[in-house]
């Protein structure tokens, strides 16, 4: 692969050895200087350090507040620990992930789990690669063979309107997964353990990297109306392409406010019997 992706993939395999040393430090969720904030912010340090060495003309957005050079042709998007809610519980799925974009059409891509030592980049033009081989996107044709995935926000998720959409794809397919962590997902789905993800409201650094690995290993990302996926946009359609249009229906049919099956209803009575 070329030069951007071998210098991210050498950068998140560093912020990666950042995070694992802040594993299993006592810690409080809440408040200004607590772990996952330190955590969080180190990787971040050593990110931005790293790139702007190798890559001064570059603009970098992270996600902790890192904004170097907004209109820059070539921009780094960076999220230093992606999945925190589960670093901060010990609960093994979160990661560090770049992409650089030009002129907002995402380049090169690296998404990297160090507890699973999976690192996961893709190239525009020259593939996805696990490890270092070639990965692809399932092969499932339809949405009852597929097992997809989504995500809801860390506040306030009872009030988000993706459970309309979780439960019916959840009666359509092999089941849904909510992880914690966009980037995880859409690796997966990109080497084929899972078929889709979709999401609402994720930022740019979240879904970047994500996105360029689904299509590089043969799949297709969009919005949830098939519209062109903007990484600043409201939400997110990730799949094998094989399931593309069948879950885009489904879709569809949910914004219209049309639904294959009933939302659950039943009296609390029937919650227990039997």
Same mark, same amino acid.
């Given at each position: 692969m070329g030069a951007y992706v071998d210098a991210a993939i050498e950068i998140a395999r560093?912020?990666? $050895?950042?995070?694992? !040393?802040?594993?299993?430090? *006592?810690?409080? =969720? +809440?408040?200004?200087?607590?772990l996952v904030t330190?955590?969080?912010?180190?990787?971040?340090?050593?990110?931005?350090? /790293?790139?702007? #060495?190798?890559?001064?003309?570059?603009?970098?957005? *992270?996600?902790?507040?890192?904004?170097? /050079?907004?209109? !820059? /042709?070539?921009?780094?998007?960076?999220d230093p620990l992606d999945g925190t809610t589960n670093f901060a519980h010990g609960f093994p799925m979160w990661n560090v992930?770049? @992409? =650089? !974009? +030009?002129?907002?059409e995402v380049i090169a891509g690296v998404v990297f789990d160090p507890l699973n030592r999976e690192l996961f *980049? @893709?190239?525009?033009?020259?593939?996805?690669?696990?490890?270092?081989?070639?990965?692809?996107v399932? +092969?499932?044709?339809?949405?009852?063979?597929?097992?997809?995935?989504?995500?809801?926000?860390?506040? +306030?998720?009872?009030?988000?309107?993706n459970i309309h959409f979780?439960? $019916? =794809? @959840? &009666?359509?397919?092999h089941g849904v997964r909510r992880g914690g962590s966009a980037a995880i997902d859409l690796a997966y789905t990109a080497c084929g353990r899972l078929e889709a993800f979709w999401e609402f409201g994720l930022n740019p650094w979240d879904m !970047?990297?994500?996105?360029?690995?689904? %299509?590089? #290993?043969?799949?297709?990302?969009?919005?949830?109306?098939? %519209?062109?996926?903007?990484?600043?946009?409201?939400?997110?359609? *990730?799949?094998?392409?094989?399931?593309?249009?069948? &879950?885009?229906?489904v879709f569809d049919e949910v914004f219209a406010g049309r639904y294959r099956h009933d939302m659950p209803g039943l009296p609390a009575e029937e919650w227990t019997r039997g």
């Open positions: 560093q912020a990666g $050895q950042v995070l694992l !040393a802040h594993c299993g430090v *006592a810690f409080e =969720l +809440k408040g200004e200087h607590d330190a955590a969080d912010r180190a990787s971040e340090k050593l990110i931005i350090k /790293e790139l702007k #060495a190798r890559f001064p003309r570059h603009g970098i957005v *992270a996600e902790e507040g890192g904004r170097e /050079e907004m209109n !820059a /042709e070539l921009r780094w998007y960076v992930t770049l @992409a =650089l !974009a +030009k002129n907002d *980049a @893709a190239e525009r033009g020259a593939g996805a690669r696990l490890n270092g081989a070639p990965m692809h399932s +092969k499932a044709p339809v949405l009852n063979d597929s097992l997809v995935a989504t995500g809801f926000p860390s506040r +306030k998720r009872h009030l988000n309107v979780y439960y $019916q =794809l @959840a &009666m359509l397919t !970047a990297a994500g996105s360029l690995l689904v %299509e590089e #290993a043969g799949g297709k990302a969009s919005g949830m109306r098939g %519209e062109t996926l903007d990484l600043h946009g409201l939400h997110l359609l *990730a799949d094998n392409g094989l399931i593309h249009q069948e &879950m885009l229906g």
